[in-house]
């Protein structure tokens, strides 16, 4: 098992809907007994090759002498792997990543494919030069080789014209949907447009949040300079960001608990709720459990937090690292997709992180923009306010309710919320908070009611 066969079989997996990507290469991993090196290899060109789909199609699809949707579903990942080594990766050789990916078509049994897989990537490996410009065109595409934001010269124009046709430049060469590029484009503008299509194709930053039951920042932040990890702290009091490339498992502390993985979005979101020590708080939408136990941490791990999701496989989660974090107020609940209704109240608080379009964690969850369609907005709210509405019911009068998404669609937030309030005129918001993608960490909303 090579990296590149093992990034081969995720790419097949997730393609077919086996998985979330993340999910499928620590699966994928645990079998293979490749190298840490190879290790981190598989997952760059798995979440690169995924991210940057539509974009890679574009540099394929004038190579290949047949209608694309024709070629075998396995060949165009492998067209596709191939084509990010070529276009978005320095460390590799051109001639490397051609010969090895060419192999793959041994691997998935097809060896009458190389000469195809051959002819297409040497033809892509020409027109990708080595020479960057300032400017986006029609024969540049967007790069953040070495960390630094640039678009890098094709030999030919490949590329819709960015100033004739800038939505449709921007589903190329940013890699979004065309729906979601007409979107924001319309919304947002061509120049912030470039700036969040840089931040969701660049590997997002990995921030924790120090464990308030058994540590705090300072002494987390010590254990990490004693191991030689770099961090820096973050504008939450728990936050650290951890630079460089670091197994999660392998960072100091995370065996006995001392840290979650938390974005520092996600971090706002339970302290906007504020929980006191002796509370009892639902937690309607509770895995995979990072806010659950932050609300824990709050309450220092006295009163009750019911959480509640419809997933037995994801309340084990939620289980798991309550178990890891050494919090034991969490009681697990099993909604039912259907009919099982939450607890009954009254609780003294409730969060309601409710399912949304993930538009505000593009670059975490990769696969996210090729799953998400605009027909399915008007469902996604309607169990929004439907969510907000069982929280709103559940909570005491006089409690507090946070409603948070990781969506930057102001539909799915401000609208839910505005919503519910024409039906409960007595609801106050109290606060609101918007993240914006990249300053400096992921893309979400929450706000915090108050029931009269």
């Known amino acids: 098992m090579t990296a590149r066969a093992a990034a081969l079989d995720v790419l097949v997996r997730s393609q077919s809907r086996q998985g979330f990507a993340a999910d499928l290469v620590d699966e994928n991993l645990s079998r293979t007994g490749l190298s840490p090196q190879d290790r981190r ?21 004038p190579f290949v002498q047949r209608p694309f949707h024709e070629v075998e579903p396995v060949l165009v990942d492998i067209l596709r792997l ?20 060419v192999g793959l078509a041994d691997y998935v049994g097809n060896p009458r494919a190389k000469g195809f897989v051959n002819g297409v990537l040497r033809r892509v490996a020409e027109a990708v030069t080595d020479e960057f410009v300032p400017a986006a065109g029609a024969d540049a595409f967007p790069t953040d080789l070495d960390g630094e934001p640039r678009y890098r010269k094709l030999a030919r124009p490949l590329l819709p014209d960015p100033v004739a046709e800038p939505a449709a430049y921007l589903a190329a060469a940013f890699s979004w949907p065309r729906w979601l590029a007409d979107r924001w484009l319309a919304r947002f503008g061509p120049d912030e447009c470039h700036r969040l299509g840089f931040w969701f194709n660049a590997p997002p930053p990995l921030w924790v949040r120090a464990n308030a039951l058994k540590t705090d920042r300072e002494a987390l932040r010590l254990r990490f300079a004693a191991d030689t990890v770099p961090v820096e702290t973050g504008p939450h009091p728990q936050a650290l960001k951890v630079g460089g490339s670091h197994a999660v498992r392998e960072l100091p502390g995370f065996a006995d608990g001392a840290f979650a993985v938390q974005d520092l979005s996600s971090m706002a979101v339970a302290s906007a709720l504020a929980p006191e020590p002796g509370w009892r708080v639902l937690d309607l939408c509770a895995a995979p459990g990072g806010k659950t136990t932050h609300l824990a941490e709050l309450m220092r791990n006295r009163g009750q937090i019911v959480a509640c999701d419809i997933e037995q496989k994801r309340l084990n989660t939620v289980t798991a690292l309550c178990h890891r974090l050494g919090v034991t107020i969490v009681e697990p609940h099993l909604l039912d997709k259907v009919a099982t209704e939450p607890p009954a109240g009254p609780f003294d608080a409730a969060l309601v992180d409710v399912p949304c379009s ?65 039906g409960i005129k007595s609801l106050k918001v109290e606060a609101e908070g918007h993240a914006v993608p990249g300053s400096p960490a992921d893309g979400g909303y929450w706000a915090r009611l108050r029931k009269a």
């Open 358 to 422: 993930n538009t505000g964690v593009l670059g975490r969850r990769p696969e996210v923009r090729w799953r998400i369609h605009p027909n399915e907005f008007e469902h996604l709210i309607r169990l929004q306010t439907r969510l907000l509405l069982t929280a709103i019911d559940r909570v005491r009068p006089g409690g507090a309710v946070v409603y948070s998404t990781c969506s930057i669609e102001p539909d799915e937030n401000e609208g839910v919320v505005k919503a519910v309030r024409r």
């Open 41 to 61: 290899f598989v997952t760059q060109l798995v979440f690169g090759t995924i991210r940057r789909r539509a974009t890679l199609d574009a540099l394929i699809r």
């Open 82 to 101: 191939g084509a990010f080594q070529l276009a978005f990766l320095t460390h590799v050789p051109k001639h490397a990543a051609v010969h090895e990916t």
